[in-house]
Structures are given as structure tokens and as C-alpha cells.
């Protein structure tokens, strides 16, 4: 286990030089921020010295060194629209994005689990072309288009649910459920072949054969067979949720790093863009090492070498 973490270490480096460089490189495409800070009204002189203020004068690659430099000492800059350091800026708006994405993943995974195993232990039944059915058009329709469908209906039509912003249970239930709908559809077919393909397997007609009850053979036997390419599926739709989350958060208003990230890109706010990706990426890695980990929970067999 040490070699693994210390070997996901020196990866995560690496991940992060190529984010940063990415991005970084994105943002010189993206347009001028001190123009937009300006506005019409500055003149040139007022341009020279601001663009010498935030380091903006200097040639690109001096500009990612810098970057880079200051990164190491946690320094990733002053956001040019708020005036306060880029990254306390994100991490603040961190706990309501990581409540929406694990909120929206465990809806999806307490849903899917059993429903899937239903499916494939009634194939061809009426409840298996429900799910079949349910999930088609679950995976075909974009959470954002979800969202405001759920707005119209249970928030404008009936009044059921507050439409945005966050606050209690009331507040998240509609955004996290718009970001769950499309997963739940996609782990449901998931559990349902893989289930299909182990309840073919011999060791599952041997346990039926020993007498065990079918409860038994099926999520004894045969779902836990079916858990590691599901949690696998499962690791990547919750760091795909960083992202996803985006645009939900601004249809529902949520307070949340997708909202902040969308103004800072319209703003073409470096230090705030920069910030972001670094942390998303750094949740990116950490949702794959608990990943790794947790195959050696589900299957005794599989090791972390």
C-alpha cells in the first residue's frame, strides 16, 4: 500500500503540471483580461501599469514559471474581479459543489444497485422493460434540460420545491436529483449486464446447486463479482459530476465552484480559473486512490501493488 500511495504521488505531479500547463495555455487563446478590466474609458498609460500589476507584461513562459513557483508555496494569486486570494475563493465554495456530487452519486448508487438486480434476475420481464425503458431515456436526456424541466414541474407548476439557491433538504433535492437522473440510468444497465454475465458463470450454478437460497447465490455470489467494474464506472461519473455540475449549479443558482468558475471564465479571471482546475484535479485523484483501495474491500483476491 505505501508503494502505491507513494507511486500515485509522483502520477498526481504530473497530472497537475499537464492541468496547469492546459489551462494555462487555454487562457492566452481565451482574450485580454486587462482590456476587460479597463473597459473603454482607460487609457493606455493606465493599461501599461495594470498589465505590469498582474504580471501580464511578461512573456508567456516566464508568466507559467512564475505560476508555477508561486504554486508550490500554495500562492496561486489575486483573484482581478473579487481582490482576495484565487484560492480561498474556491475552497470556500467547495463543501455546497461536494455536497450536490456525493448527494447526486449516492441517490444514484442506492437506486441503481437493487433496480439492476431486478432487472437481470427477471430478464425479459415487465419490470426489466421498465428499467430497459426508464434508462434509455434517462441516459438521452442532459442534466441541465432535466433541471429546468424539474423547475417548470415541481417547482413553478406544482410549488413543491424551492427553485434555487441552497439552504435545507428542500433546496438540494431538485439539483442533485437533475445530476443523479443520468447516472442512475447508466448504473442500472451497468449492474443488469454485469449481473447477466455472472449468473451464467459455473461457480453460480454450483452454489445453486449446493442448495443455497437464491438471495444468497445473487448478492452473495453473484453481485459482489459484479461491484468492481460498477465502482470503477462509479469513480469516474463522480469525478465527471465535477464538471457536470457546472452548468446545473447556474440553472439552479447554486453557490458552488461550477457557478464561480463560469463568471471567472467570462471574466477571464486567471488566478480564480487556474485554482479551480488544481483542486479539481487534486479531488480527481483522490476519488481514484479510494477507488483503487477499495478493490481489495470488495474482492480479497485483487491487491494494490
Known sequence: MRKFLF??????????????????????FAGDPVE????????????IRLREALGLDKPYVVQYVLFLKNALRGDLGISYHHGVPAMSLVIERIPATMELVLTAILISIILAIPMGVVAATHRGGLLDRIFLSGSLRGISAPPFWIGIVFILVFGVVLGWLPTSGRGGLAHLILPAGSLALYRLALFIRLVRSGMLDVLGQEYVTSARAKGLAESVV??????????????????????????????????????????????????L??????SWALVTSAIFILINMLVDISYSFVDPRVRTN
Open 218 to 267: 445473487v448478492f452473495k455470489h453473484a453481485l459482489k463479482n459484479t461491484l468492481i467494474p460498477f465502482i470503477t464506472i462509479a469513480g469516474l461519473q463522480m469525478g465527471s459530476l465535477l464538471a457536470g455540475a457546472i452548468v446545473t449549479e447556474r440553472v439552479f443558482a447554486w453557490p458552488g465552484m461550477g457557478r464561480l468558475i463560469l463568471d471567472s471564465i467570462q471574466k
Open 7 to 28: 507511486k500515485r504521488f509522483f502520477q498526481s505531479i504530473g497530472v497537475f503540471l499537464a492541468v496547469s500547463l492546459v489551462v494555462f495555455a487555454m487562457l492566452q
Open 36 to 47: 476587460l478590466l479597463m473597459g473603454e474609458e482607460g487609457s493606455q498609460e493606465d493599461e
Open 269 to 274: 479571471d486567471y488566478p480564480v480559473v487556474m
